[in-house]
């Protein structure tokens, strides 16, 4: 069983920065990619970014690209979404998530991943 905890949401300014964490914790933790997804209210929960487990990989969000970054530090099992020059539509509820299964390819659909954080709330405001 893996746990995800995410935190380092909150309230910012547009043009503001924000940092969110993912603390992954389990008996045996090696999933294949961590994610972050984001859900706005009224809306389906959409894609952000993705990071291979074992090497620096990545894909983004195309409306993301050039201002958010994801990072990993395996040693510590945590997953790290820096986000900077935000903008009001960027404000959501932001999830990690862990895909264990997927063998060669990042993968941006959430049906994907397999285990969830219980998500945490950026609001940007104009």
């Known amino acids: 069983q893996v746990q995800l905890v995410e935190s380092g949401g909150g309230q910012v300014q547009a043009g503001g920065s924000l940092r969110l964490s993912c603390a992954a914790s389990?008996?045996?933790?090696?999933?294949?990619?961590m994610g972050w997804f984001r859900q706005a209210p009224g809306k389906e929960r959409e894609f952000v970014a993705t990071i291979r487990w074992s090497s620096n990989s990545t894909r983004y969000e195309e409306s993301v690209k050039g201002r958010f970054t994801i990072s990993r530090d395996n040693a510590k099992n945590t997953l790290y979404l820096q986000m900077n020059s935000l903008k009001p539509e960027d404000t959501a509820v932001y999830y990690c998530?862990?895909?264990?299964?997927?063998?060669?390819?990042?993968?941006?659909?959430?049906?994907?991943?397999?285990?969830w954080g219980q998500g945490t709330q950026v609001t940007v405001s104009s």
């Open positions: 998530a862990a895909d264990q299964t997927s063998t060669s390819t990042l993968q941006t659909s959430r049906w994907t991943y397999d285990y």
């Open positions: 389990g008996r045996t933790f090696s999933p294949y990619a």
